[in-house]
């Protein structure tokens, strides 16, 4: 079992920048590939970047690549999102997952934060 608290969202001008962090109980999260994956109002659940469990094997959305950069620390339990250059089209809620693989697709997660809102306004 799993449990994931996402943090670090809030308010930012367009063209700034936010750390996302999402904390991870238990002690097999090294073992785990952890994704972020973003949803606006009215619309799915979008793939934005994902991170093996080794910290290798980093993939990113089109929509974010250049400006976002995925991490982790395993001694810490914790995997984190740089967001640079940010944008209006940004704005969603943003959640971190944990699988078996670092997968684009969401519903291969297992394990799900209860996100966390970034608002880029223009």
């Known amino acids: 079992q799993v449990q994931l608290v996402e943090s670090g969202g809030g308010l930012v001008q367009a063209g700034g920048s936010l750390r996302l962090s999402c904390a991870a109980s238990?002690?097999?999260?090294?073992?785990?590939?952890m994704g972020w994956f973003r949803q606006a109002p009215g619309k799915e659940r979008d793939f934005v970047a994902t991170?093996?469990?080794?910290?290798?094997?980093?993939r990113y959305a089109d929509s974010v690549k250049g400006r976002f950069t995925i991490s982790r620390d395993n001694a810490k339990n914790t995997v984190y999102l740089q967001m640079n250059s940010l944008k209006p089209e940004d704005t969603a809620v943003y959640y971190c997952?944990?699988?078996?693989?670092?997968?684009?697709?969401?519903?291969?997660?297992?394990?799900w934060g209860q996100g966390t809102q970034v608002t880029v306004s223009s």
């Open positions: 997952a944990a699988g078996s693989s670092p997968f684009t697709i969401a519903p291969l997660y297992r394990y």
């Open positions: 238990g002690r097999t999260f090294s073992s785990y590939a």
């Open positions: 991170i093996a469990w080794s910290g290798d094997n980093a």
